[in-house]
């Protein structure tokens, strides 16, 4: 079996564990570290359905040890001339481009920098016929991760096409990244069943994501009439999604009309609230609340845990701090709110 592994946003890998188990059945999980999650399979990669939590996918070519002063780099630099690279030819057999990135943790003499390029210099002296380093145009793109005295070498299978799923998107102000509103989606259980609710969906990514299942209705809003534009290009005209422009603490909506809600809630340096965040999520809440089905679960994400725990007490919500994130110099949390 390949090895492989793929990329996450930090706090995730949890998440993207339970999505591999879920969709590749053969698949067998390594173990994870920050912001990675390792697995073995027998298939091609061109097999593997979209790990929808996943940023981009690897595949680990070589593991070794590496010293840490910059004179070890030669060692490196002849460790990585004996990897076996799958490589193929270009058209009419002229040298494929190709481009290393590297990182590095921990007490090294040396750049990342300096270890991609003797990285580079290990490429080239096996391969330097079939292989060229170009950083403008390349193909075929390697992944070199040391950690300490140990080093990985890997080969990127997918590209930002991957994460954004290949479409041009309208983003606004605040949107999430799809791969994190996809951990939400799939926190959310989903079910072909579901009536669900984003009650402030911005440019529509929860939504969109979720369009990755079955379900029996979506319906989304949002105060701005921008964003709710973006959404209804993003996600589609749909007879089985409605999107609309309200006030997520008053939505026109009848009440216990949703199994579940999902919402990328103002936080952080993304908003500029005109009242203070326990009042705003307090009134979100209390809608949350009235619109859900007898237990219904809204799955929400915020930096705000105060705000959010003194909300869910005045309306009665069970809190449930899922997973923590790493996100732009924020550190968010998905929590599940369940109607008791």
């Not at 096409?161 to 259980?189: E, K």
């Not at 989903?190 to 979720?210: A, H, Q, V, Y």
């Not at 237990?295 to 923590?324: N, S």
């Amino acid at each position: 079996m390949a090895l492989y592994f793929a990329t996450v946003l930090p706090g995730l890998e949890d998440i993207l564990m339970q999505e591999i188990r879920c969709k590749m059945a053969d698949a067998k999980l390594q173990g994870s570290e920050r912001g990675k999650v390792y697995f073995a399979d027998a298939q091609s990669p061109e097999m593997f359905p979209m790990l929808r939590t996943a940023d981009n996918l690897y595949r680990l070519l070589h593991r070794f040890p590496v010293g840490p002063h910059k004179a070890d780099l030669d060692l490196l630099a002849r460790d990585i001339s004996k990897i076996d690279l799958p490589i193929g030819r270009g058209e009419r057999g002229e040298t494929i481009g190709y481009q290393v990135h590297a990182s590095r943790v921990g007490k090294h003499t040396y750049s990342r920098f300096d270890a991609a390029d003797a990285a580079a210099r290990g490429i080239s002296r096996r391969y330097g016929r079939h292989l060229r380093r170009d950083a403008e145009s390349h193909a075929v793109e390697y992944r070199l991760d040391i950690v300490r005295d140990q080093a990985a070498f890997a080969l990127r299978l997918t590209d930002a096409a991957y994460r954004y799923r290949g479409l041009q998107r309208t983003f606004t102000r605040a949107a999430l990244r799809p791969t994190v509103a996809h951990a939400l989606v799939w926190l959310s259980q989903p079910k072909p069943s579901d009536r669900l609710i984003d009650p402030c969906c911005g440019s529509g990514t929860l939504l969109s994501e979720r369009l990755a299942y079955p379900f029996a209705h979506l319906a989304g809003g949002d105060r701005s009439e921008e964003a709710v534009a973006a959404a209804i290009s993003n996600v589609g005209i749909r007879d089985d999604v409605r999107i609309r422009r309200w006030d997520a603490r008053q939505l026109p909506v009848d009440a216990g009309s949703a199994d579940k809600m999902t919402a990328n809630l103002p936080f952080g340096r993304q908003i500029a609230a005109d009242m203070p965040l326990a009042e705003l999520y307090g009134g979100m809440m209390s809608e949350m609340r009235r619109v859900l089905t007898p237990g219904g679960q809204a799955i929400v994400l915020t930096d705000a845990d105060d705000a959010l725990q003194e909300a869910a007490a005045r309306t009665q919500l069970r809190v449930t701090k899922a997973a923590t994130l790493s996100l732009k110099g924020l550190h968010p949390a998905i929590y599940l709110l369940a109607k008791r």
